[in-house]
């Protein structure tokens, strides 16, 4: 009896265990579908929009589409840049198994550099794998009809059409123009400043230098998106909806296209540089910088010989002459001196000086360029012979200050704020100046015989071409001046509206009538009979001019024989002139380096310059230079 009751009690046992672990089990599973029933209302149900986003998210991207750049255009409708249609070869990686295999298969049909391989890694660290990039750009048909017969060898490969930029003229105005090239770490700082790095995508170049750099969010338009539903290996499958680009606003410009070709042309072999601007208005019509370089070379990445050759070339053709070099400017400063004293009662025109050949000013006998002397000089013959010992003895009566004062006022000596970037603000010479410019006390003070050189464009002088046709578009204005500017409008290429670039006027001068006539009598007086006249003899026009000449190292009481000497040491030559003079519709400044005199280098191309602007004389080639002995020549 005992053993049975044993048995049933085991077994009685063991049922409860099998039950609880039965009942343990059916717990657990209810548990864990209760909390994958939760896990799957939150995921369902709370989480819903937030999952649904994402899913779509990865469904779908937005593909750049890029904007066509705006155009440029001179002032009478010509084209200075613009966009032509080109094909490339181009890969979808994200449809390609083995990149490298394919680009090397590509390299036996198709010329594929060693720049263009890294220029698509650039850009495939940069994109996403469904965007096709470019390996190839500016197919020629031939590539076209060789890669179009093997196509099917290269899945993920096609040629395509895409927008290149163009300047149609070359070299032309390229100082002006400037050129666009890959976009650059420094670049997309500056576009992220902007707040454009949205409107950026998808764009390779951007503006770097002159206009193309000035109007950049102008030219560059507004980009296109494109929505693309992809799977989950990445891969396009369809298009879902397009929002078309918008172009860029087109420019046109104040610059006249066949006066900057003739300018450009008159220079010939010679470095230099000419600036000719509306008086009226500011808008300058021929900016020059020689030698000159072509854009088009930028376009796609210049190559390393040809960057070179630009770079290392002792011509500097990427150096903007007109807007960054700083020169002395010789005797065309006189006019503006002159000016001066009238308005200051340092001088009357009818009052004389007699010119021995010299001015001794604390034992240091500064020369006049004509030995023996002009004798007795008066303003107008001062101008118009270029008597340097009367702006020394002017100078030294007025003192730097003054002189700094009146030509501060002109512009000289800063930024004129013409609408390119990089303007240099080239040295007006003061008191003030020297302490800022030397560290050491005794450097740092102004001593009474450096006016002396000042007085004629000598010295510390130094200014831009730039500048110097602002003063003496002020001179022929009446005594106003105008901001310098390229851009006349800006046209909305979806609304045709064209938004005008209106006049600005920076500063009406308070000169006196009688004064600013008194120097334009004389500066008339220098084309007709002074040191301009072999330039301007038998022109049907009456124009005012002065000739100039800067010196480059000190003569050390030997006479300048520029013929003899090499190039590189030979004067600047500059002239500067307005015309007609009765009423002035240009005004321009030459400079030609190492052009020896300005009679004999710069007025002859100013001289062609203005028969076309005013006559619309064509010329023959550049402008010769005038043979006359040096020995005759005048500044």
């Avoid at 750049?64 to 009478?76: A, E, H, K, S, Y």
């Avoid at 909806?241 to 918008?246: D, I, Q, Y």
């Avoid at 000169?511 to 009979?529: C, D, F, L, R, S």
């Amino acid at each position: 009896m005992y053993k049975r009751h044993s048995s049933f009690h085991t077994q009685d046992s063991d049922l409860d265990r099998f039950r609880f672990r039965i009942a343990f089990a059916a717990g657990a599973v209810v548990l864990a579908f209760a909390i994958l029933i939760g896990r799957f209302f939150y995921l369902q149900v709370i989480q819903h929009d937030y999952y649904t986003t994402r899913a779509e998210d990865n469904r779908i991207s937005l593909v750049p589409i890029t904007p066509n750049r705006g155009v440029i255009l001179d002032r009478n409708g010509t084209i200075l840049a613009r966009n032509y249609s080109a094909f490339t070869l181009e890969i979808t990686p994200s449809k390609i198994e083995d990149l490298d295999a394919t680009i090397d298969g590509l390299g036996k049909l198709i010329e594929i550099l060693p720049k263009d391989r890294r220029r698509f890694r650039r850009m495939l660290e940069e994109s996403k794998t469904f965007e096709s990039l470019p390996i190839r750009s500016r197919l020629s048909d031939e590539e076209v009809a060789r890669f179009a017969a093997n196509r099917y060898l290269f899945p993920g490969v096609e040629v395509k059409a895409r927008l290149f930029r163009q300047y149609p003229l070359g070299s032309m105005a390229s100082h002006a123009l400037g050129y666009i090239n890959r976009i650059n770490k420094t670049d997309l700082e500056i576009i992220e400043k902007k707040d454009q790095l949205a409107n950026y995508k998808g764009t390779d170049h951007i503006g770097k230098t002159g206009l193309e750099q000035k109007y950049e969010f102008d030219l560059h338009g507004e980009t296109g998106y494109e929505e693309v539903e992809i799977d989950s290996g990445g891969r396009a499958v369809r298009s879902l909806s397009r929002t078309a680009p918008v172009s860029g606003n087109n420019l046109t410009l104040t610059l006249d296209a066949r006066l900057q070709e003739i300018t450009e042309k008159a220079f010939g072999e010679r470095r230099g540089a000419l600036v000719a601007i509306e008086p009226s208005t500011g808008g300058i019509l021929a900016l020059v910088s020689t030698p000159t370089f072509d854009p088009n070379l930028f376009v796609d990445g210049i190559r390393t010989e040809d960057w070179d050759l630009l770079n290392n070339s002792p011509d500097r053709p990427m150096v903007n002459r007109a807007l960054n070099g700083a020169y002395p400017p010789g005797s065309t400063f006189k006019p503006f001196m002159a000016l001066a004293a009238l308005e200051l009662g340092k001088r009357t025109p009818g009052q004389t000086i007699f010119d021995p050949g010299f001015f001794n000013f604390g034992g240091h006998h500064f020369r006049d360029d004509k030995k023996g002397g002009h004798g007795t000089v008066d303003m107008y013959k001062s101008i118009v012979a270029s008597c340097d010992t009367y702006y020394y003895m002017l100078a030294n009566d007025m003192g730097i200050d003054n002189i700094a004062r009146f030509m501060g006022s002109l512009g000289l000596g800063s930024r004129t704020g013409i609408d390119i970037e990089g303007e240099s603000e080239g040295v007006l010479p003061s008191q003030e100046w020297k302490k800022r410019r030397f560290k050491r006390p005794e450097q740092q003070k102004w001593f009474a015989g450096e006016t002396i050189s000042v007085g004629i464009g000598q010295g510390y002088n130094a200014y831009t071409p730039m500048q110097l046709a602002q003063a003496v578009a002020a001179l022929a204005n009446n005594g106003v001046i105008f901001r310098p500017h390229l851009v006349k409008y800006i046209t909305d290429t979806r609304t045709g509206e064209k938004t005008l670039i209106e006049p600005e006027p920076l500063r009406t001068l308070a000169w006196k009538p009688q004064n600013i006539e008194t120097i334009k009598k004389a500066m008339i007086g220098v084309n007709k009979e002074g040191t301009g006249a072999r330039a301007f003899a038998g022109a049907a026009y009456e124009s005012g001019g002065k000739t100039g000449t800067a010196q480059l190292f000190s003569l050390k009481g030997a006479d300048y024989k520029g013929g003899k000497l090499k190039q590189e040491l030979r004067d600047h030559a500059l002239f500067i002139a307005f015309a007609p003079a009765d009423h002035p519709k240009i005004a321009l400044a030459v400079l030609v380096e190492n052009g020896g005199f300005g009679a004999q280098s710069a007025a002859p191309i100013a001289r062609m310059v203005l028969d076309y602007y005013l006559l619309g004389k064509l010329p023959k080639g550049p402008a010769k230079e005038d043979e006359t002995p040096e020995e005759d020549v005048e500044e």
